[in-house]
């Protein structure tokens, strides 16, 4: 079965004749109809026969961004069955009984077995599991030293600066100016600790998604004619327990966790009610 990453490449296979024998105004919209699971390529009748037997009439398409996770996650657990979990859990000051490293995940305890099975009391997501096991794979133990920098300020965080911006804070924000009560419960009841107002902010609160990994997102209200502003800060030593494309990913499911809630449960007044009931 070959792989096909987008229309193109199957538009490139036919006649390119428009003969609408296919029920399609062209080639070219009957290639995306194929690629989007509408059509299979034998309904083309202007094929050649060893392109069908080398196609044999389906196509594998790229993994979705989801996929690729959740595969990324598999060999991740994979890798941990061929590691010493107690090693693992002494290095990152974690505990160890029973065959299973247990730690503190947005405040609830989250298990990790020998053979790299999960179990908690919050819901597991792809977006959690892959960077909390490269977390226990990589993670050096480093102590945090409570000096916030940006994303763009991390060994290897500007790079990828700007689309963490825009998907990560950008989002974010959104929501905050949406449903600014309601953001601060969300922060709060995912176990979030005020911190003294920093740099002037409006809300300065602390999650610990992961151990030795907390950020602090800061939300600086509308006031007279400026907009309002959002800013996550990790402290400096992340990198040295979670590589940057993790920190990343976790950050984005946080987010994505976020709007989601938003979406459900958000009013404008009385926020936290509406979630909590």
Known sequence: MKRINNPMEIYKLLNRSNCRECN???????????????????ECPHLAPNILEEYGGDIEKPNTIDEDTAQAVENLKKRISEID???????????????????RVFGKNFNV??????????????????????HILEGKGVPMSGNWVPFRELPNGRPRAGIFQQRCEKPLKQVADTYTNLFKDMLEIFDGKKVEQYSGSDISIGLSPLPLIPILICYWKP???????????FD???????DIDSLYTLVAGIVKMFEKIALRHGISKDSKASFLG
């Not at 990152?92 to 009984?97: D, G, H, S, V």
């Not at 400096?236 to 979670?242: A, G, V």
């Open 223 to 233: 006031e007279e004619e400026l907009e309002s502003d959002l800013h996550i800060f």
């Open 113 to 134: 077995d020998s053979k790299g099975n999960l179990s908690s009391a919050i819901h597991i997501n792809a977006w959690l599991a892959y960077p909390l096991l490269n």
């Open 24 to 42: 399609e105004k062209t080639c070219l919209a009957f290639a995306v109809a194929v690629f989007k699971d509408k059509k299979q390529l034998g």
């Open 85 to 103: 979990l107690s090693a693992a859990a002494s290095r990152l000051n974690a505990t160890f009984f029973g065959d299973k490293l247990t730690f």
């Open 236 to 242: 400096e030593t992340c990198e040295d327990n979670l």
